[in-house]
């Protein structure tokens, strides 16, 4: 990990280390910024010779996947630099993975089937928000299911992620908000997340083993940035202190949850992302402090501690407070969600157990609709009523 501004102009350099021909893989917004110039510029001074694929878009579909591996089977890339969101790098790491591994990708669906390395990838994030460039899992839409699916492995994780504040100064007001709000669930969710036993077999069957002390430290410190910059970095967009401090927010939740995973509210908004055709950022962030109240019995000193980071007295409230000032709905209903859709969402979400049984509290399908009709009012105190 290489962070700080300026520090995209490493991409030649390290591309360089694995060979002479290099896949960029960008978005049609990216390709013609000053930030994707400066990683073309330094992979072109390093004498690297450079494939663009810049068709990326948003939710990685398997026909985006297809171009991208179709490009880059006769150009025999040496090394793939990703240059985006996390939908770029993830398009990325799927890609590098099916240049040295054949298909179909459906057969790399089971956590850590992978067989072995992918091709060398070097991540440069223009978003503070997935925290992709760290992590060993890429989310991509399942063409048959509409369903988004994370393809989780160890070999997935980029060999070099190089963070430079200067590329996110360009993010729309929108993108910042909602890719914020989801490094805000990821620090959370890790931090909130099912601790299990530390044995060499739960750490070699699964890349993300649950909170330990190292995800827990992380995810804390990356709560606590971007609870008190995100809002700046929405309202302000060349505000480079606060851009900075996202960015660093989000690598740190990115390494967290890398680690210790989340949990329902982005196994909910698999399924309510897919029935909406929202972003994952508005539906994580909208989710998060239904979960939070869910499963509060359960984690009372990680409230203790989050409400100390975060400067609050609740952070439920103060997560919830934070998604309406930076602009998200403040229910499912307003993003066109029906009351009588929501006992199939959660049916569509208690599936995914990789992230449910991630999950401190014990998810079936009640539970799941409990904290969907929760969040259908916008009203968490909901849940803690159900409780009483």
Known sequence: MIFGTGMASA???????????????TDPNIVGSPGFESVRTSLHEAGVDVGVFSEAVVDVPESTIAQAVEYAAPYRPDVVVAVGGGSTID???????????????SSYYPVESVPG?????IAVPTTAGTGSEVTPVSVITDATTRMKVGIASR???PRHALCDPLLTV???????????MDALAHAVESFMAIRRPPTASTV???PQVGKNPLSDTLALTAAGDICANLARAVEDGDDLDARSAMLYGSLLAGIAFG???????????????AATHTSHGLGTGLLLPYVMEFNRPARSAEMAALAGVMGCTDPVAAVHALGLRVGLPASLAEIGVEAGQVRRLAEDSVG?????????????????EQILTAAWHGEPHRLSTARV
């Open 11 to 25: 991409a030649g350099p390290l591309a360089a280390g694995y060979g002479d021909r290099a896949l960029v893989v």
């Open 91 to 105: 398009l990325a790491k799927v890609t590098a993975l099916l240049a040295r591994h054949p298909g179909p990708l």
């Open 117 to 121: 390395p992918v091709l060398p990838l």
């Open 155 to 157: 070999h997935l994780i």
């Open 170 to 180: 360009g993010a729309p007001r929108t993108v910042t908000a909602h890719s914020g």
């Open 204 to 206: 070699l069957a699964r």
């Open 259 to 273: 680690n210790a995973g989340v949990t329902a509210a982005h196994a909910l908004q698999f399924a309510v992302g």
């Open 352 to 368: 995914i157990r990789r992230l449910v049984d991630n999950n401190p509290v014990p998810l079936d399908v009640d539970a799941l």
